[in-house]
């Protein structure tokens, strides 16, 4: 059975006249409507409108044009069942046998900044749907052609099969149909729902087209894949450009999303987070961010080897210089001076550069997902840093510790639970991670055993420099510890992380609070001389 009727109707135009001409070649005839049929005949294409082939006027502004059964009868009767084939006859109905159609562009209508309501609605497309649903169920005998890359094997099977194609083409773009209009109608839920005041346990509906194989998964013998959003509304790892080195694995998208994720909250100022096993290992602020590189890096040289690091700024040669003799996984930064990009691809062949596809700015209001067997979570993002901030000690805990502690909070978000992080103001106005304890199963080991030893032993590395000079080293350790910050994601449930914090030297702590304990804990620091504020809000990360 030889395809004899094309009907083509895209919004996407690209490539359409090359194929619809290829088309035509064969003999076989095109219908169209609106715009693509003016396209085509321009083109010098021979193009038969939809109007004339049902007899039937476009209205209503477009609305209704092959919302007809001269339409539908022609895609979806059955060509080996008899009956269907009288009917045809009876009615003087014509049979469609390949239809290409992509749908009106809902969801580049909605990233659109100040997009009305009217025009999203309008953007909402019912006839191209309706048709290629049809065409997809009756796809044994139909060919369905939504995506432009799909043009050319359709073309090369038509070719190989005198002027058909085979069954196994198009079940599956068939399935292709299904899977975009899921996704489809996936995005017009979640834009109305907001609007019609749902929340909470709303439906939800997720949906993507045609993933990209990765080599493996977290390990050599999983098998995985990575699935895209069309257009994100803001910088994500998804849709970075690959500049240099090999394919991203599995593990890389997972370390950079987190990466990615850290440095959005230093957005705006010079800023890196490096990232090792989803924790960030380093984590700095700097006057320029080669500065922010090499105080981040400072955080935990040895966890850093091997890591992935993601920046807030454009990489400058003297910020790329500062990976010479660094083995790094993952580059990623909104863009790179083409000297630093030069500088960095002759380093490594290995190393992988990501350029951000658009401006990296601090988290919008969202949902984060997370499946679990047999379900989904759907959870808000993290954006806030604090509720309140009141300190219940008798030592009043400074202004000008404030926004130390904001770059505090800041990094233990992203720390794994129980977390604990201490910061530091390493020069005026600019801060870095000093020690970190993460995912343990107790706050006290976080504290006692990770996030103090930790910073010793980076002010150990720091003896030697200019900072160190005409102090003891217990002198120069109790100096910046002193003057440091201890946070914590959650609420201290007892006062034994208060005397930990207070052998270490800790003079000033942030935490959420609201424990049974609280005074006691309070209690604890006023004992030590502890400065503590309370932000009244958690942050666990598990």
């Known amino acids: 059975m030889t395809i004899q009727r094309a009907l083509i109707s895209v919004s996407d135009k690209t490539g359409i006249e090359d194929f619809a001409r290829a088309l035509t070649e064969m003999g076989i005839e095109i219908l169209s409507t609106g715009g693509t049929a003016k396209a085509l005949g321009a083109a010098g294409i021979p193009v038969r409108d939809v109007s004339d082939f049902t007899g039937f006027p476009e209205m209503l502004d ?57 025009e999203a609605i309008e953007n909402i497309d019912i006839g191209g749907p309706t048709m290629l649903r049809s065409a997809a169920k009756n796809h044994a005998f139909v060919t369905v052609v939504t995506d432009p890359a799909d043009y050319d094997p359709v073309l090369s099977s038509l070719k190989e099969n005198k002027g058909d194609t085979t069954a196994e083409l198009r079940l599956k773009l068939a399935q292709k149909v299904f899977a975009q209009q899921a996704r489809y ?25 045609s993933g990209e194989t990765l080599r493996y998964g977290e390990n050599p013998h999983q098998e995985a894949t990575v699935y895209k959003d069309a ?50 290992c380093g984590f700095a602020t700097g006057a320029t961010l080669a500065e922010a590189f090499e105080a981040a890096w400072a955080g935990d040289p040895v966890s850093a080897f091997g890591s992935v690091i993601a920046v807030t700024g454009t990489v400058d040669l003297e910020t790329a210089q500062c990976l010479q003799g660094r083995f790094v996984e993952v580059m990623i930064a909104p863009d790179y001076a083409p000297d630093a990009l030069e500088f960095l691809r002759q380093k490594s062949k290995q190393l992988r ?63 794994k639970s129980n977390a604990i992080v201490i910061v530091r103001e390493y020069a005026p106005g600019a801060f870095m991670l000093l020690g970190m304890g993460a995912g343990q199963p107790n706050r006290v080991d976080a504290l006692r055993k990770l996030a103090v030893p930790r ?32 946070i914590s994601d959650a ?52």
Not at 105 to 113: D, M
Not at 237 to 253: D, Q
Not at 460 to 486: C, H, V, W
Not at 503 to 508: P, S, V
């Open 353 to 415: 550069i990501l350029k951000l596809h658009k401006p990296l700015e601090r988290g919008r209001k969202g949902t984060m997902l997370r499946q679990i067997n047999g379900g989904l979570l759907v959870q808000d993002r993290d954006l806030d840093l604090s509720a309140q901030w009141i300190t219940p000690t008798a030592e009043v805990f400074p202004d000008d510790k404030k926004a130390l502690a904001d770059f505090g909070i800041s990094v233990c978000k992203h720390v």
């Open 455 to 486: 910073a010793d032993a980076n002010i150990e590395l720091m003896q030697n420099t200019p900072e160190a000079y005409g102090k003891s080293p217990k002198e120069f350790r109790d100096t910046i510890i002193g003057e440091s910050i201890l």
């Open 185 to 209: 109608d996936a995005a017009i839920a979640g834009y109305l729902a907001p609007l019609a005041g749902q929340s909470g346990n709303r439906p939800f509906v997720l949906s993507y087209g």
């Open 62 to 118: 477009g609305r209704v044009k092959t919302l007809h059964p001269k339409v539908h009868a022609g895609l979806l009767y059955l060509r080996n069942n008899e009956q269907h084939v009288e009917t045809m006859k009876e009615h003087n109905l014509l049979p469609i046998d390949l239809v290409c159609v992509n749908l009106y562009p809902f969801e580049q209508t909605i990233a659109k900044p100040g997009v009305s309501f009217e």
């Open 231 to 280: 257009d994100p509304a803001e910088a994500c790892i998804a849709r970075a450009e690959i500049l240099h080195g090999k394919e991203m694995s599995y593990n890389n998208y997972l370390d950079g999303d987190a990466a990615l994720e850290a440095v959005r909250e230093l957005a705006g100022t010079p800023g890196v987070a490096i990232i090792k096993h989803s924790n960030p």
């Open 491 to 542: 609420f201290f449930p007892f006062p034994d992380n208060i005397e930990s914090a207070a052998d270490a030297g800790i003079r000033y702590i942030v935490q959420p609070g609201g424990s049974k304990k609280d005074e006691e804990v309070i209690a604890a620091c006023d004992k030590y001389g502890i400065a503590m504020a309370f932000t009244a809000m958690r942050h666990f990360r598990h």
